[in-house]
Each structure stands twice: as structure tokens, then as C-alpha cells.
């Protein structure tokens, strides 16, 4: 087997995996959610919402095609998704085919690290002051499902 084709072998079950979590999540009742997603620690310890706080629910939402219920949800991991899918590509790329991949027409400076990460931190307090417009930062809790009377055994 060629080395493009064994780093497709070894891609392939990744893929295959994470399609397969993307169904489990899309088909998740969020309101009463399975044991096997996460809870934030960070909240449960302090019951602040911390920058990563409704990326399940995001995603959930997302993987439905609700874009404005996402951003409710996390604006940040919205926002950002579409700059993290296009470096996950461009590395996976990268990775199998070095030889097509051609540079970015600009350079990655340290300076730019430092600003996601404030902007991060900024996002992860400001969504935490208890006044509006901050408020809206803050993910929604998710309505729980009423059961009809005739299901109810």
C-alpha cells in the first residue's frame, strides 16, 4: 500500500467515528441529556459558564440546521467553526498530499495566537455579568419535553 493510501486507511475510521458521534448527538434529547455527554466541570464547580459552555447544545443545534439556536447557544465555537474546519482540512492535506498543499498568502504571527486567546477570555467574562446585553452570551437552558398524558404509563 502506497504512504497516500495507508494515511487514507487511517483517516477513513476517524471519519467513520465521527459521523457516527454526530448522529448519536443529533439524535440526543439535550433536555434530559444521556449520561455519556459531558457536563462543564468548570460550571458545576461554579455555576459560571465558562467560553466552551453550550458547545454541545451548539453543535446539537447545529447538526439540526438551527444557525440562530447555535449561536443562543455558544456565538464563540459558531463564529469560529468555520476557520477551525478550514485549518483541520488544510492540516489533514497537509498531512496526506504535502506536495499540493501551497502556503497561505500570509504568515501566522504570535500576536494573532494572543488575541484569540483574549478574545476567549473576554467572551468566557463578559458571558458571566448578570446584565443585558451579557446575558445573551449565556447559553439557554433547553425546554424539557412535556410527556402527553396518554404516554404516560
Not at 76 to 104: D, N, T
Request: proline share 9%; aromatic share 12%.
Amino acid at each position: 500500500m502506497s504512504h497516500t493510501g495507508r494515511k487514507w486507511a487511517a483517516t477513513i475510521p476517524g471519519l467513520l467515528l465521527f459521523a457516527i458521534l454526530a448522529l448519536y448527538l443529533r439524535n440526543a434529547d439535550l433536555a434530559s441529556p444521556p449520561r455519556l455527554l459531558p457536563r462543564c466541570s468548570f460550571h458545576v464547580l461554579t455555576g459560571w459558564h465558562c467560553p466552551g459552555c453550550g458547545n454541545t447544545r451548539a453543535t446539537h443545534a447545529l447538526l439540526h440546521g438551527d444557525l440562530i439556536g447555535a449561536l443562543r447557544q455558544n456565538a464563540i465555537l459558531v463564529i469560529g467553526l468555520p476557520f477551525l474546519l478550514f485549518w483541520a482540512f488544510r492540516s489533514w492535506m497537509q498531512w496526506v498530499y504535502p506536495q499540493r498543499i501551497r502556503a497561505l498568502p500570509f504568515r501566522w504571527r504570535q500576536s494573532y495566537t494572543y488575541t484569540i486567546v483574549a478574545v476567549v477570555v473576554l467572551f468566557g467574562v463578559l458571558r458571566n455579568i448578570p446584565l443585558a446585553p451579557f446575558t445573551y452570551l449565556a447559553p439557554r437552558a433547553l425546554p424539557v419535553k412535556e410527556i402527553p398524558e396518554s404516554e404516560v404509563p
